[in-house]
């Protein structure tokens, strides 16, 4: 199933100047396409429809230890509702916080990415922010993984 995620401003990069009243559609766990709400709308028909207030983008990548938590599931959530999809392997240090990854689809890269982007065919990482940068919701591989109550 295809799925529309709208917000009032998309940014393909961080760096980039955002589409207003952009979309993103996401096809299983990839980028399908990326455009205004309109366009998006128009080709894609029967796709399911999220609206999101705020900025929608590429996720991040957690750069650094991650947080404190009572269990390795628990602390690779905490990443997720910080809007990150990936962290970096130093960080990932004991069999059960990467096995807990894993199963979060949550990814362990050896290095940095230099600027996360969301490109057609890619796996589809996307966070929502609102107005004062908190994270309202994480699409990890497709997953809605996290939204703020």
């Given at each position: 199933m295809e799925t529309i995620h709208t917000a009032d401003r998309v940014f393909v990069t961080w760096a980039a100047e955002p589409i207003e009243n952009g979309a993103v559609v996401v096809v299983r766990d990839r980028i399908g396409a990326?455009?205004?709400?309109?366009?998006l709308r128009a080709r894609f028909p029967q796709a399911r429809l999220r609206t999101w207030p705020?900025?929608?983008?590429?996720a991040?990548?957690?750069?650094?230890?991650?947080p404190d938590a009572p269990s390795p599931r628990e602390r690779v959530h905490a990443v997720l509702k910080l809007g990150a999809t990936a962290v970096l392997e130093r960080y990932v240090d004991s069999p059960e916080l990467r096995a807990a990854a894993a199963r979060n689809d949550v990814a362990v890269l050896p290095a940095a990415p230099r600027h996360p982007?969301?490109?057609?065919?890619?796996?589809?990482?996307?966070a929502v922010f609102d107005e004062t940068g908190q994270c309202i919701?994480?699409?990890c591989a497709g997953r809605l993984v996290h939204r703020r109550k």
């Amino acid at each position: 199933m295809e799925t529309i995620h709208t917000a009032d401003r998309v940014f393909v990069t961080w760096a980039a100047e955002p589409i207003e009243n952009g979309a993103v559609v996401v096809v299983r766990d990839r980028i399908g396409a990326v455009g205004t709400y309109d366009d998006l709308r128009a080709r894609f028909p029967q796709a399911r429809l999220r609206t999101w207030p705020g900025t929608l983008g590429p996720a991040h990548l957690h750069d650094g230890p991650l947080p404190d938590a009572p269990s390795p599931r628990e602390r690779v959530h905490a990443v997720l509702k910080l809007g990150a999809t990936a962290v970096l392997e130093r960080y990932v240090d004991s069999p059960e916080l990467r096995a807990a990854a894993a199963r979060n689809d949550v990814a362990v890269l050896p290095a940095a990415p230099r600027h996360p982007a969301i490109t057609e065919s890619d796996r589809a990482d996307l966070a929502v922010f609102d107005e004062t940068g908190q994270c309202i919701a994480t699409i990890c591989a497709g997953r809605l993984v996290h939204r703020r109550k």
